[in-house]
C-alpha cells in the first residue's frame, strides 16, 4: 500500500506527513510539495533517510500530479490556497489520481460544503464543486468538512490586533463556533488517510467548544497582560481595519505588505458567518477518527504566548 499526502510544504499536510510516519513504513509514502527547497533542510533529509518518496507537483500542472502520483493507492488531498481557481486545480489532482489508479481520496473541504445556506461564504463555492466532482467520477472518498482553525484567531487575529493598538476588529460580534485545533484537523486526516473512517464520504471536522471571538480575545488578553479593546463591526468598518493594516481586498491584490496571507473578503465573510451561527456546529467525528476528543482554547493556549512575547508582526514567523 502506498499512501500519498500533498502539500506537505504547509502546516496541515507537514502534520499528516509526521503522523503517517508514526504509522506507516517511510517506503511506502510518497509526500508532495509545490517547491521542494521550501522544506526545512533537516525535514527533507530525515523523510528521505526513513525512505519517504519526495516529489514537486503543481496543482496547476497536471502532468506534474501524474507523475508524483504513481504508485499511489490512497491520496491526502489538501485543499489549495487560489479561492477562485482551486475547482480546476482540484480536477487536475483528482484526474490525476484516477489515471493512476489510485482507490481512495482524502479531501479537505469546508463546513457546510453542500448546504446551500453557506453558499454565500466566500471560501465555500470551490468546495461544494470539488464534492460534487469527486461524487461523479465514482472514485471512493472522505470529505473532510474542517470548521476554522483556532490557530487563525489565536495567533493572526490576535498579531492584527496587537499591531493595532489593542484593537481587536470583527464581524463575529458575539455568534459562537466550534473552531478545531489544527492538531487534530491532522490527526483525523492521518486516521481518515488509514481508512478508519470505514466508506463514509464526510466528516465535520469540528472542536468540542463552541467559543466566541470575544472569548478567545479575553483569553488572550488575560495571559499577555495586555488589553485588548473588543470591537463588533460592520463589514465596512471591518474592511477600512484591515486596509490600514495593508491586507487586501481580494487574492489578487499586492500582499507585498500584508502580514497576513489572506484577503480581505475571506476574514470579513468568515467572521461574519461566525457572527451567524453557521459555524456552530456539532460532531463527534473526530473522536470517532481518531480516539480522542478535540483540544479547546484554553488547551492550547500556552503554545501562542510568543505572538505577543516576541512582538510577532507576519505571518511568516508564526510556528
Given amino acids: 500500500m502506498r ?13 499528516v506527513a509526521e503522523l503517517m510516519l508514526q504509522n506507516v513504513p517511510g517506503n511506502e509514502l510518497t509526500f508532495t510539495c509545490y517547491k521542494i527547497d521550501r522544506l526545512p533542510i ?23 500530479l501524474v507523475k508524483a502520483f504513481e504508485g499511489g493507492d490512497r491520496l491526502f488531498l489538501i485543499s489549495g490556497l487560489d479561492v477562485g481557481k482551486r475547482v480546476e486545480q482540484h480536477k487536475n489532482a483528482i484526474d490525476a489520481a484516477i489515471e493512476n489508479g489510485v482507490q481512495h481520496i482524502t479531501y479537505t473541504s469546508f463546513i457546510g460544503a453542500t448546504d446551500p445556506a453557506y453558499e454565500h461564504v466566500f471560501v465555500t463555492p470551490d468546495h461544494t464543486a470539488t464534492e460534487k466532482y469527486l461524487e461523479s467520477t465514482g472514485i471512493k472518498y472522505a470529505a473532510l468538512r474542517n470548521n476554522l482553525y483556532l490557530e487563525t484567531f489565536m495567533t493572526m487575529r490576535a498579531m492584527l490586533a496587537f499591531m493595532s493598538d489593542g484593537k481587536w476588529v470583527t464581524t463575529a460580534g458575539e455568534g459562537k463556533a466550534t473552531l478545531v485545533h489544527k492538531d487534530d484537523c491532522a490527526a483525523a486526516a492521518a486516521a481518515a488517510l488509514l481508512g478508519k473512517g470505514g466508506d463514509r464520504k464526510v466528516f465535520n471536522i469540528v472542536g468540542s467548544q463552541a467559543i466566541s471571538v470575544r472569548e478567545i480575545s479575553e483569553i488572550i488578553s488575560k495571559r499577555s497582560g495586555i488589553n485588548l479593546e473588543y470591537i463588533p463591526a460592520t463589514q465596512e468598518e471591518y474592511y477600512a481595519y484591515l486596509e490600514k493594516l495593508n491586507i487586501p ?10 502580514p497576513a496571507p489572506f484577503s480581505a473578503n475571506d476574514v470579513v465573510d468568515n467572521d461574519q458567518a461566525v457572527g451567524d451561527g453557521l459555524f456552530n456546529v456539532e460532531s463527534n467525528d473526530i473522536e470517532f477518527l481518531t480516539g480522542h476528543k478535540p483540544k479547546t482554547a484554553l488547551d492550547i493556549a500556552s503554545n501562542f504566548d510568543y505572538i505577543w512575547q516576541n512582538h510577532i508582526t507576519n505571518w511568516r514567523q508564526i510556528k
Avoid: P, Q
Fill in 249 to 258: 481586498h481580494d487574492m489578487s491584490g499586492d500582499f507585498s505588505k500584508s
Fill in 42 to 64: 533537516d525535514k527533507r533529509k530525515r523523510w528521505e533517510n526513513e525512505g519517504v518518496r519526495i516529489v514537486e507537483a503543481d496543482y496547476n500542472n497536471k502532468e506534474s
Fill in 3 to 15: 499512501y500519498i499526502v500533498t502539500g506537505v510544504d504547509g502546516k496541515l499536510s507537514s502534520r
